[in-house]
């Protein structure tokens, strides 16, 4: 049973530690211009601005971020069939 409850604390400890990173990648940004397109994007994969132009595109940063949420829970979902996390790490923790 104390090994349920530890392991739990420790979950709740690596979510807040991901949480935490996520903010610091939120932080970091590439801004990159083509001809006459321009975008930025952020470190946790989020389309800051994109112009095209020299207009701001809204609706082109939306359809993006849309993309890639979708694309992500694709990506978990896979993860998940294939053993999850557990399996990626190994087993680590696991008794």
Do not use: P
Request: glycine content about 12%.
């Amino acid at each position: 049973m104390f090994d349920k409850v530890k392991q739990g604390k420790d979950l709740l400890k690596m979510r807040s530690e991901a949480k935490k990173l996520q903010k610091q990648l939120a932080e970091v940004t590439e801004t990159v211009e083509k001809g006459n397109v321009k975008v930025k994007v952020s470190g946790d994969q989020k389309i800051v601005y994109a112009e095209i132009d020299g207009e701001r595109n809204e609706n082109l940063e939306k359809a993006i971020n849309e993309a890639f949420k979708g694309v992500q829970k694709k990506a978990a979902q896979k993860m998940y069939e294939e053993g999850g996390l557990g399996a990626l790490l190994g087993g680590m923790g696991q008794q």
